[in-house]
């Protein structure tokens, strides 16, 4: 059952299935709430209470009152929106990309309130935040959704560095989860604000997020917007973090639910 949490002006629509531990699930950049554990229902079954929300601008959640009303403050301050309606105190947290910086975030500034934290192919790394090439590049993908919209944004996004095993797959998924907003101006805002917002100042800076904690890399050749490399140092920065990555030649560990799932659980149960 889909429900509405309000927070500084935004309606924030989310899921909220199952009993048990509570697991709050945060996407990514351009995606929604299915797109964290891929509609798997495994953390349900096996005793969990699970919240996936829509980030603001994005699925069915409202935009932000501003253009620029999309940086880690503003997602922060909606994590803690949501944990404060559904009245939960500590929750295990995985998030993906955005969902994994925005985790960041709040673990930073609630540590209290964070049991476990997956996360999942982070991209941000503080050494190259402001790197003008790649600020190019999502203001490229923001200009192809205003102006080409679903279809502009997919030709854009797979026009480079996409190896061709992974190309169809990858071209289905952006199709269907770019599909699933219902405000795409404010899903290009997003791609213009988030990626010039700093989650974090500095490396050292993750050491204060002391629970524990995996870190879920992805392979290059499948998923070259979130670098292996950055991967491995959140997993080196955090203490006592652990490193998975999926196999040479597999799919990545970020697109399959159900093996997502079961980290999540085993981590939440430490």
């Known amino acids: 059952m889909e429900r509405v949490v309000h927070s500084n002006g935004v309606a924030l629509a989310l899921a909220d299935e199952g009993q048990g531990r509570p697991v709050i699930l945060a996407h990514g950049l351009t995606a ?47 994590l803690a929106a949501i944990l404060d309606d559904l009245e939960v105190p500590r929750a295990v947290l995985a998030g993906a990309s955005m969902g994994a910086h925005t ?88 791609l213009e604000a988030v990626p010039r917002s700093r989650p974090f100042p500095s490396w050292e800076a993750l050491r204060g997020i002391d629970v524990p904690a995996v870190v879920v890399g992805s392979r290059d050749e499948a998923d070259p917007i979130h670098p292996l490399a950055i991967a491995q140092r959140w997993a080196r920065e955090l203490p006592g973090a652990r490193l998975v990555v999926e196999e040479e030649g597999r799919s990545p560990l970020a697109w399959q639910g159900g093996r997502l799932s079961k980290l999540i659980a085993e981590l939440g149960a430490q």
């Open 32 to 78: 929604t709430r299915r797109y964290v554990v891929m509609g798997s229902r495994a953390l349900e079954r096996s005793g969990h209470r699970v919240v996936a929300y829509d980030a603001r601008g994005h699925g069915r959640s409202s935009p932000a009152p501003a253009p620029g009303a999309y940086g880690y403050d503003a997602l922060a301050g909606d």
């Open 103 to 190: 985790i960041a975030r709040f673990a930073l500034e609630r540590p209290e309130r964070v049991a476990a934290a997956v996360f999942v192919t982070p991209g941000h790394s503080p050494d190259r935040a402001d790197d003008p090439q790649a600020l190019a590049r999502w203001d490229e993908l923001a200009a192809a959704l205003r102006t080409g919209g679903i279809e502009g944004f997919v030709s854009a996004y797979l026009e480079r560095g996409v190896d061709a095993r992974w190309r169809e797959t990858l071209e289905r998924v952006l199709r269907q989860r770019v599909s699933a907003h219902e405000h795409l101006d404010a899903v290009a805002d997003a």
